[in-house]
């Protein structure tokens, strides 16, 4: 599979960013240059999901189309994707993966691998300047601490989240009301308990900042708020020497649908309608401007670039060294 990929990668003209020699790739991570910066894609792990389950809205048609058109499987192996940036003086984690927490659910099991593709990649969690979460999933936050919750995992990071995400974490007097607002109460609290657990070691070392609005975030890496996904979901884009690339955290989750028809609303939306619009905003701007974008839960490594088709989009995944398999 690498190499027909690999020719469609330089037939499909991805002339400006350049993967690094293959040798220097691995299942657990990918690398590619882009302008100044080195942008690896990080593996959490893969995991199996009915598409069913994550697009209730789809029809068997299009589900039966998806599949066939685009090479991908029900259930779908859902790939869990974390971003790594190296510009020429930061070095810039965009989430975290679910730091093995959560393998107790069916729905996470098999996760918890970030870390150790970091170090396959060459880097120590110390080195990390800054953490960026694109919004409130476990499986973005839960690698921030160790299992116990006791250590901050990446001890010299700043971890800047988006306050709109959560502002009932970090401000007291808003957690009840929350929870009280909550269509699923133990869900909510549940959450509550897992994200305070996994902001409090920064929080007591004063390395946890909220952020409002489209900042920059370190030179080149600017927030980009996609609300819909969630209250506070936020995307980064990332511009080197001309070269532009949307994180886009959770817009799309499954590739094989929901490029070809964005309106397809996930069951993980919290506003549907918005999620959808601020997914064909994102993939519209992408495809004008020829911008790539990245994905957590794409096929890893979750990278590619889109171009407009029909009422939609098609995708075009950059080449992949060979993709973990998900648990049995
Ligand atoms: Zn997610």
Not at 53 to 68: D, F, K, M, Y
Not at 190 to 199: E, K, L, P, V
Not at 241 to 251: A, H, N, S
């Amino acid at each position: 599979m690498a190499q027909p990929a690999l020719l469609a990668w330089v037939l499909l003209g991805f002339c400006a960013a350049q993967p690094v020699s293959p040798r220097a790739q691995h299942s657990g991570f990918f690398r590619v240059q882009f302008g100044d910066d080195q942008f690896i894609a990080l593996n959490d792990g893969v995991v199996n999901y009915p598409i069913s389950r994550v697009l209730p809205a789809a029809t068997p048609e299009a589900i039966a189309n998806g599949i066939s058109s685009n090479s991908i499987t029900d259930p779908l192996a859902m790939s869990y994707n974390a971003f790594l940036i190296r510009t020429p003086t930061r070095l810039v984690l965009i989430d975290t993966g679910t730091g093995g927490k959560l393998d107790n659910d069916p729905s996470f099991h098999g996760c918890g691998h970030l870390l150790e593709n970091l170090r396959a990649a060459g880097f120590r969690p110390e080195q990390i300047d800054e953490v960026l979460i694109t919004h409130r999933g476990q499986d973005h936050t839960g690698g921030l601490t160790s299992l116990d919750g006791t250590r901050r995992m990446f001890p010299n990071a700043i971890v800047h989240v988006p306050k709109d995400e959560f502002s009932m974490i970090l401000n007291a007097a808003e957690t009840e009301s929350y929870i009280n607002r909550a269509h699923n109460k133990d869900f909510a609290r549940g959450w509550i308990d897992f994200t305070t657990s996994a902001f409090a070691p920064y929080v007591r070392a004063g390395k946890l900042l909220a952020f409002e609005g489209d900042i920059e975030m370190a030179p080149g890496i600017t927030a980009l708020a996609t609300h819909g996904h969630t209250p506070g979901h936020t995307s980064y884009l990332v511009e080197s020497k001309g070269q532009t690339l949307i994180v886009m955290g959770d817009l799309v989750l499954v590739s094989g649908l929901q490029f070809h028809d964005p309106d397809l609303g996930s069951s993980f939306d919290s506003d549907p309608r918005e999620a959808a619009e601020k997914r064909r905003r994102i993939l519209a701007l992408a495809a004008a401007k020829g911008y790539w974008i990245a994905g957590s839960h794409l096929p890893f490594p979750g990278l590619g670039q889109v171009h407009a088709a029909g009422n939609g989009f098609s995708f075009s995944p950059s080449a992949s060294n060979s993709a973990p398999a998900p648990p049995r």
